[in-house]
């Protein structure tokens, strides 16, 4: 069985090669900002459709999985 592996780091968002990136969304965020902004731009607007396609709110608990 694989070991699963976890750690954390400080460092600006786009420029960490992770095969999975967390980036807080919340309900009052009409448009992704600060680090969600630029991970945003470097996947063409992804995160931007999704918020205002209304599929995904940023309440308590939801969470959506992106592919790039």
């Given at each position: 069985m694989a070991e699963l592996?976890?750690?954390?780091?400080?460092a600006a968002a786009?420029?960490?090669a992770t095969p999975l990136l967390v980036l807080p969304?919340?309900?009052r965020d009409a448009?992704?900002?600060g680090m969600a902004a630029e991970v945003d731009a470097r996947l063409k607007g992804s995160i931007e459709r999704v918020l205002t396609s209304g599929d995904f709110r940023g309440r308590r608990d939801e969470t959506l999985l992106l592919f790039p």
């Open positions: 592996r976890v750690s954390t780091v400080q786009p420029e960490v969304i919340y309900e448009k992704p900002s």
